[in-house]
């Protein structure tokens, strides 16, 4: 969960705003839930304070939740 972790903050620093890249962000915030690891919060807490985009920061919210 590593690797996911580390697309998803490359992926918010290249941002572009395309349906595939929320698409993408949206379910690499998802596929941190099963990982069961607190430690990807602050992530999460960055892709929600950072992203425009609603339903990235619906999964994202949703995400952390379900970490918590």
Not at 6 to 24: F, N, P, V, Y
Not at 27 to 55: A, F, G, Q
């Amino acid at each position: 969960y590593d690797a996911v972790d580390k697309k998803i903050r490359q992926m918010l620093a290249s941002s572009g705003s395309g349906r595939m890249e929320s698409d993408t962000i949206a379910w690499l915030c998802k596929s941190l839930i099963i990982s069961e690891d607190r430690k990807y919060i602050p992530t999460l807490d960055k892709v929600i304070d950072t992203t425009s985009v609603n339903s990235i920061k619906r999964h994202a919210r949703n995400a952390r939740k379900r970490l918590e």
